[in-house]
């Protein structure tokens, strides 16, 4: 346990704000003095303009403020405060076609109808239509009052061009005044803040360092309006099954997300502010970078430029005829199908700021009591023994962990073994990526040679398996043996991977199956949906962040996201799986030649240690 006393989080909130508004006392310009009359002059309120307690809290929290400004790190708060368990209502946007459009008409709609404030973090923004989309949105929302922060992380952004965001914050130069709860219009004028995070044009900062979060916020200060979506899917076209031309893209990403409101009945704190809250940590880490537009001469007519692509990118994709019916049904999808549920939210915050990560991981997440892996244990440990897991991730590690003498310290395959074998009424379920649906042949490597070998294999086959040719893998002496099927085919511990041989990519079939990219854990009635792959890069160097929940409703709707992958998958070892596998070698290209190479390819990653990394 975590020997370092946990506030509150209402009491650590109040001290951040205390901080913040200190910080924000030297900082932010007091209301402009507009002479009487001439209240139409630039960033002078309307006569009719009130000065609101609510807003001027949020506004100044949501002020960026510089480390020198801050007394204390805010990260630090986030470690070791005591989140609350919180009523909300939720639903589950899941990795169907369905959910995919959804999922694009939920984000718009919610910056459409964003009458406060925005908050918009993700690790890959891409400059191509759903890019500009959203750039084209926001600027909308801002001239309407508005008030928005971006977030993007610089490693998993590197295409988002510096233009194009700096181009969005010039929208805050024809920006609304923001309203408050009752309509009115304030003193306060909206703005545009965009924060590269991690930045790597900072020399103190480290490339290994990543905000893998995706999260979208609305009006998170008020209870009746506020929303947030979290989960795998990032703004790229790929995600939301569609191509520029508005067609039905078959290989993106099978994704999930959980949106959320607040409970009916308000909490002291609700789900939208501790989102909203948690946003301002990682909005306030020391290697960020504020984008700001330039004065060079050219400068205005490329954010001219950007703008007007943004605008015709918003335009044409609300004309997209298999988007249009998500759209138009937004309203209701908004007011009907939430499922009251307890929830908790998980972040992996002391990850970017934590050393020897390999070496010490298991004193660092002993320190990391709000992390995803950390509520996860304590859920394990109430686990009578009578439930089955359910987990879906695209790049499915399973820890193990050695000290310094080369003892193993931490073996999540044997604990999950032995586990069952102690309990003869649980089980466990895993879907995750094949090679012909991955889109990360390391990772897959990894998974094929590591993952489901050490959690279904002896280590005598297991060293064969990995020792095996790849042409013998079909109809081979040790995959045609009655001991490899009993083991693959263990009652209690089933591995499914994606795809299947009726596949368009190997010329069998017409089916599509995609990218599996979600990201869950479901025991009973408590599940879990965020931004971890629980690789090793997830659980030990990246920012991550979702929500833990407690409902039988809630529960059913991932229920019936798994057993839909599970539909389209096989088991791992499966004579089916086995000749997906030749197939894929025989279709050749970049998947065949990593199918074929991939025991070399994780002995490389083994040997040098790269496997950290993915």
């Known amino acids: 346990m975590n020997k370092q006393a946990r506030a509150p989080f209402s009491a650590m909130v109040a001290v951040l704000f205390s901080i913040l ?16 009359n001439t209240q139409n002059l630039a960033d002078c309120p309307p006569l009719e303009a009130v000065e609101d307690p609510t807003v001027e809290k949020f506004y100044e929290y949501r002020t960026w403020k510089s480390p020198k400004e801050l007394e204390h790190d805010p990260v630090d708060y986030g470690v070791n405060a005591d989140i609350p368990i919180q009523g909300a209502r939720g639903k589950i946007v899941g990795p169907t076609d369905k959910g995919a459009m959804d999922s694009l008409a939920v984000k718009l709609w919610m910056i459409e109808n964003a009458e406060h404030t925005i908050d918009f973090g993700y690790y890959i923004f891409t400059p191509d239509l759903v890019g500009y989309a959203m750039i084209g949105a926001m600027c909308e929302a801002v001239k309407r009052g508005v008030d928005i922060r971006v977030m993007v992380d610089s490693a998993g ?49 480290s490339p290994n360092r990543r905000s893998h979060d995706k999260i979208l916020i609305k009006d998170g200060d008020f209870h009746d309006k506020a929303l947030m979506i979290t989960g795998g899917r990032n703004i790229s076209l790929d995600y939301y099954g569609l191509t520029a031309e508005g067609g039905y893209d078959p290989y993106g990403y099978r994704d999930s997300e959980i949106l959320f409101k607040p409970a009916e009945t308000e909490n002291d704190v609700t789900i939208g502010e501790v989102s909203a809250y948690y946003y301002t940590l990682l909005f306030l880490y020391k290697g960020n970078r504020q984008i700001r537009p330039v004065s060079r001469s050219n400068a205005k007519a490329l954010y001219t430029s950007e703008l007007r692509q943004a605008k015709e990118s918003l335009d044409k994709i609300r004309q997209f005829e298999l988007l249009k019916p998500h759209l138009e049904s937004m309203d209701e999808f908004m007011a009907e199908g939430f499922h009251p549920s307890d929830v908790l939210l998980a972040f992996n915050l002391a990850n970017i700021t934590s050393k020897k990560v390999t070496k010490n991981a298991v004193e660092n997440l002993e320190n990391n009591p709000n992390s995803i892996l950390y509520v996860l244990d304590r859920i394990s440990e109430s686990n009578d023994g009578t439930e089955t897991t359910r987990i879906v991730s695209p790049y499915l590690f399973l820890a193990r962990y050695e000290d310094k003498d080369g003892n193993v310290t931490v073996d999540e395959a044997s604990a999950i073994r032995k586990w069952l074998d102690e309990h003869p ?5 895993i879907v995750t990526n094949s090679v012909l649906t991955s889109d990360n042949f390391p990772s897959q490597s990894i998974i094929d040679m590591d993952t489901a070998p050490r959690l279904l294999l002896d280590q005598e086959t297991r060293d064969a398996w990995r020792s095996l040719k790849a042409e013998d893998e079909v109809g081979g002496e040790l995959t045609s043996s009655a ?35 979600a990201k869950f854990f479901l025991e009973n009635e408590i599940g879990f949906v965020g931004t971890t792959n629980f690789d090793y890069r997830s659980r030990l160097y990246n920012s991550e962040m979702g929500y833990f929940f407690k409902g039988d409703a809630l529960a059913a709707e991932l229920n019936e996201a798994f057993d839909y992958l599970v539909e389209m998958s096989y088991l791992w070892g499966s004579p089916e799986w ?29 040997r040098t240690g790269l496997h950290w990394l993915f």
């Open 21 to 36: 508004l200190q910080a924000g006392c030297a900082t932010t310009p007091s209301t402009p003095v507009c002479p009487p």
């Open 157 to 205: 952004s590197m295409k988002a061009s510096r233009t194009t965001l700096a181009a969005l914050k010039t929208c805050e130069n024809e920006a609304g005044f923001i309203p408050n709860e009752a309509g009115e219009q304030t003193i306060r004028k909206a703005r545009v803040q965009v924060m590269i995070f991690n930045a790597l044009s900072k020399l103190s900062t």
């Open 425 to 429: 009424l649980a089980s466990v379920e």
């Open 483 to 517: 001991s490899w099927q009993e083991q693959v085919n263990h009652p209690r511990l089933l591995v499914y991977e994606t795809g299947g041989l009726d596949s368009a990519k190997l010329g069998e079939g017409e089916a599509h199956y995609g990218k599996l990219h």
């Open 578 to 606: 086995l000749e997906m596998r030749r197939k894929t070698i025989e279709a050749k290209g970049m998947k065949g030649w990593s199918t074929k190479h991939q025991r070399k390819v994780y002995k490389t990653l083994k």
